[in-house]
């Protein structure tokens, strides 16, 4: 090359890198308006990390660790990343495979001969087509009959056979999202290796990964041990002015529950954006899989006769990026307009979490969030379309529309909640709206024995929802329940009017009219 091309080249280069460098400025400037409206809303407490070949495009910390304290999140603070953990337990049970261990099509009952579903294959748990119930379904009927019991992963077969509970479906015929099957696993990489499952993902993933801080909970362990760790917070009730931290009050069965079931496999990572951006690049530099066996974690879960199942985006969550397959501890969206688009989302009460790869792109995307965000998983989407120049296909950040009403209601009383209301009710841009959450704060007024408050509620979501029989059947049960006998059956007539199969209508007018 003589010295009039190497001067040529070097200008080529100049050029490109200062035109590449506004381009950076201005995806970076629309990321944080991006996020500081959702930050303004409510909407995001915790960390973003966007990358993309490796270099940091955006990040930001929003919110508090400890809001008491007023400590304040940042890159290094440690978030539960709930079920983005599969993704791990993936890669462990993928390790042993490339050390022999095991083949994926093994019967699982090679290795735990008392497993109750002799046909079920490692493929089969992995992929969730083994058909094997969920943790709930498993673990609530033993949790009722003696609610201090912490179970491990140890306890997950035996309460498979003590239930005797059978397969969802023929196991290999068809895909459902279960829990179980990474618990597990988790127990399958224990007795396979010989370890502890959370000294393994120590030993195998985290250190290899430079994941300095990154730990497994155990069962029954308390995770505010570590230090950094962020707390959980939620509302406690819809109408609730403020969130609180999840380990001082329990809303329903489930927030206490999900602390009594197994932590590992399926969930109870704790790690922070820069952890996950290290992994990241340990993962894809395959200091941790091998290049053949790290495809198979991005390849669609087949059928047992081979074909691809593709399963239809969540319109709550996921309706962004559309329908997409299950890969190893992950999804991978069918629409490849912006290349390879594979991702995990996790959520626990008081907790959110959601990575994305574009692995055409070599464009990672990871928020992390000690607070419930509804629009968490619509939001990160946004963030993607953004980084790759598709601003007209961003989603704003919505409000929810019935907790703002609801402390408008506590606040401001009825008229000027139910005129917020209506203002909302069409709004779709900015508020989201169900009949199902209207619903639901109407009874937890009443359970709360705000009745004045559950009767108002239900006579602005009929207002709102007009042709929704559910409602209709609950202002029933509480005008009924609070003594307005009358207006209750004029409720339960309508409700029947919209949907004259609703069983809990009948009964309850027969009831009140024979009375």
């Known amino acids: 090359m003589n010295k009039i091309q190497l001067c040529a080249l070097f200008l080529f280069v100049f050029v490109c890198c200062l035109a590449q460098a506004p381009h950076a400025q201005e995806r970076?400037?629309?990321?944080?308006?991006?996020?500081?409206?959702?930050?303004?809303?409510?909407?995001?407490?915790?960390?973003?990390?966007?990358?993309?070949?490796?270099?940091?495009?955006?990040?930001?910390?929003?919110?508090?660790?400890?809001?008491?304290?007023?400590?304040?999140?940042?890159?290094s603070t440690l978030f539960q990343i709930a079920s983005v953990s599969k993704l791990f337990t993936s890669i462990a049970v993928l390790q042993l495979y490339e050390h022999k261990k095991l083949n994926l099509t093994d019967l699982f009952s090679k290795y735990f001969p008392?497993?109750?579903?002799?046909?079920?294959?490692?493929?089969?748990?992995?992929?969730?087509?083994?058909?094997?119930?969920?943790?709930?379904?498993?673990?609530?009927?033993?949790?009722?009959?003696?609610?201090?019991?912490?179970?491990?992963?140890n306890d997950v077969i035996p309460a498979?056979?003590?239930?005797?509970?059978?397969?969802?479906?023929?196991?290999?015929?068809?895909?459902?999202?279960?829990?179980?099957?990474?618990?597990?696993?988790?127990?399958?990489?224990?007795?396979?290796?010989?370890?502890?499952?959370?000294?393994?993902?120590?030993?195998?993933?985290?250190?290899?990964?430079?994941?300095?801080?990154?730990?497994?909970?155990?069962?029954?362990?308390?995770?505010?041990?570590?230090?950094?760790?962020?707390y959980n917070y939620a509302w406690p009730f819809i109408s609730s002015m403020t969130p609180a931290r999840v380990d001082s009050f329990a809303v329903n069965e489930y927030k206490v529950q999900y602390r009594t079931w197994p932590s590992?496999?399926?969930?109870?990572?704790?790690?922070?954006?820069?952890d996950l951006a290290s992994f990241n690049q340990a993962l894809f530099s395959h200091r941790l899989?091998?290049?053949?066996?790290?495809?198979?974690?991005f390849t669609p879960s087949t059928r047992n006769n081979g074909k691809k199942i593709i399963l239809q985006g969540l319109e709550s969550e996921i309706g962004l990026i559309g329908d997409f397959y299950w890969g190893f501890g992950n999804r991978i969206g069918v629409d490849s307009t912006l290349g390879k688009i594979v991702w995990e989302s996790g959520g626990l009460p008081g907790c959110r979490a959601n990575i994305i790869q574009n692995l055409a792109k070599h464009q990672l995307l990871i928020w992390l969030d000690n607070k419930e965000s509804p629009s968490a998983m619509d939001n990160i989407f946004g963030a993607l379309n953004i980084v790759n120049g598709r601003t007209t296909s961003v989603k704003k950040a919505k409000?929810?529309?019935?907790?703002?009403?609801?402390?408008?209601?506590?606040?401001?009383?009825?008229?000027?909640?139910?005129?917020?209301?209506?203002?909302?009710?069409?709004?779709?841009?900015?508020?989201?709206?169900?009949?199902?959450?209207?619903?639901?704060l109407g009874y937890e007024f009443f359970n709360d024995q705000?009745?004045?408050?559950?009767?108002?509620?239900?006579?602005?979501?009929?207002?709102?929802?007009?042709?929704?029989?559910?409602?209709?059947?609950?202002?029933?049960?509480?005008?009924?329940?609070?003594?307005?006998?009358?207006?209750?059956?004029?409720m339960y007539k309508r409700s029947l009017l919209l949907n004259s199969k609703n069983d809990d209508s009948k009964k309850a007018l027969e009831q009140l009219e024979k009375k």
């Open 28 to 75: 970076e400037k629309a990321l944080d308006d991006f996020f500081s409206t959702i930050s303004r809303n409510g909407e995001i407490n915790g960390s973003v990390l966007i990358a993309e070949n490796g270099k940091a495009l955006y990040q930001k910390s929003f919110g508090y660790t400890d809001v008491q304290n007023k400590i304040l999140n940042t890159p």
């Open 114 to 153: 008392d497993f109750p579903y002799p046909e079920v294959t490692v493929y089969q748990i992995l992929a969730n087509t083994s058909g094997i119930p969920n943790n709930g379904d498993v673990f609530v009927p033993l949790w009722r009959l003696n609610r201090d019991t912490i179970f491990t992963i």
């Open 160 to 230: 498979l056979k003590k239930d005797k509970l059978p397969l969802n479906f023929q196991a290999g015929t068809n895909w459902d999202y279960s829990n179980t099957n990474y618990s597990l696993l988790a127990l399958l990489v224990e007795k396979l290796s010989g370890e502890k499952y959370a000294a393994y993902l120590s030993k195998n993933i985290f250190i290899p990964a430079g994941m300095k801080s990154t730990f497994q909970k155990t069962s029954g362990s308390n995770p505010y041990s570590h230090p950094n760790v962020a």
């Open 264 to 274: 590992e496999g399926d969930a109870n990572i704790y790690t922070s954006v820069l």
């Open 289 to 297: 899989l091998k290049q053949k066996t790290l495809a198979l974690v």
């Open 399 to 440: 409000q929810q529309a019935a907790a703002c009403y609801a402390r408008s209601l506590i606040s401001e009383g009825e008229d000027a909640a139910f005129a917020k209301l209506i203002a909302m009710a069409p709004d779709t841009a900015n508020y989201s709206l169900t009949e199902n959450t209207l619903n639901d």
């Open 450 to 490: 705000k009745t004045d408050l559950a009767l108002q509620t239900f006579r602005a979501a009929v207002y709102v929802f007009p042709k929704s029989d559910n409602l209709f059947n609950s202002y029933g049960e509480i005008l009924a329940k609070s003594g307005k006998k009358e207006a209750a059956i004029i």
